[in-house]
């Protein structure tokens, strides 16, 4: 593969992918003048208790429905082939690998606040920069950061939705428009996902 200018690193559970995944990695792209956005699902998070409740195909599914017609959006299996608990720095030195340059990853707020508890952290601020998007309630304290962490806001409207709210509407079987793409919601209402 040849190098790539600009790109970025978007992981997560996407246990669904929803609108605000798809808000941040548009206004990132527009902001940062990115060529390319990469969409990692995690095989495990390290900082969750509990794995996934979709299984890794319909999460894999959903975000393929989601990124449909969008040329600089992309889906990698990265860490989901990988499996086990999926550590960003892993994946970054995998991507400077095969790309080459400096990834940005894509994070909400409330996540660079705990980066001082990520994986070999040190390492993974000098590999990498971050992007944030403002979430209500989170306020950055840059004091608490690692030393050496390059973080830049993404100016966006605060965008409420979680997967956390997508999949306990879809339990109480209520409407998911406006939350997630009709696809998805439409495929989340097909194979029964979320119904407990």
Do not use: C
């Not at 609108?19 to 990115?34: Q, V």
């Not at 990124?67 to 989901?80: A, K, N, S, V």
């Not at 952290?121 to 209500?136: C, G, I, M, N, S």
């Not at 309630?137 to 950061?145: A, R």
């Amino acid at each position: 593969m040849g190098s790539i200018e600009k790109y970025a690193l978007f992981g997560g559970s996407y246990d669904p992918v929803h609108l605000g995944h798809l808000l941040l990695a548009t206004f990132a792209r527009e902001r940062l003048g990115l060529d390319r956005v990469y969409f990692i699902p995690a095989a495990r998070g390290p900082h969750r208790d509990r794995p996934p409740k979709a299984a890794q195909s319909h999460r894999l599914a959903m975000l393929r429905l989601a990124l449909e017609g969008e040329p600089t959006f992309f889906l990698d299996d990265i860490e989901l082939r990988r499996g086990g608990v999926s550590y960003t720095l892993d994946t970054v030195l995998r991507f400077r690998e095969l790309l080459g340059g400096e990834p940005v990853i894509l994070v909400g707020a409330d996540n660079l606040n705990d980066l001082v508890a990520w994986h070999r952290v040190d390492e993974l601020v000098r590999l990498a920069r971050f992007a944030y998007a403002p979430r209500p309630g989170s306020v950055i304290m840059p004091e608490k950061l690692p030393p050496g962490t390059r973080a830049s806001e993404i100016p966006m409207p605060p965008f409420g939705v979680s997967s956390t709210l997508v999949r306990e509407r879809a339990a109480a079987g209520l409407g998911l428009r406006w939350l997630v793409p009709d696809q998805v919601a439409r495929y989340i209402g097909e194979k029964g996902l979320y119904r407990e």
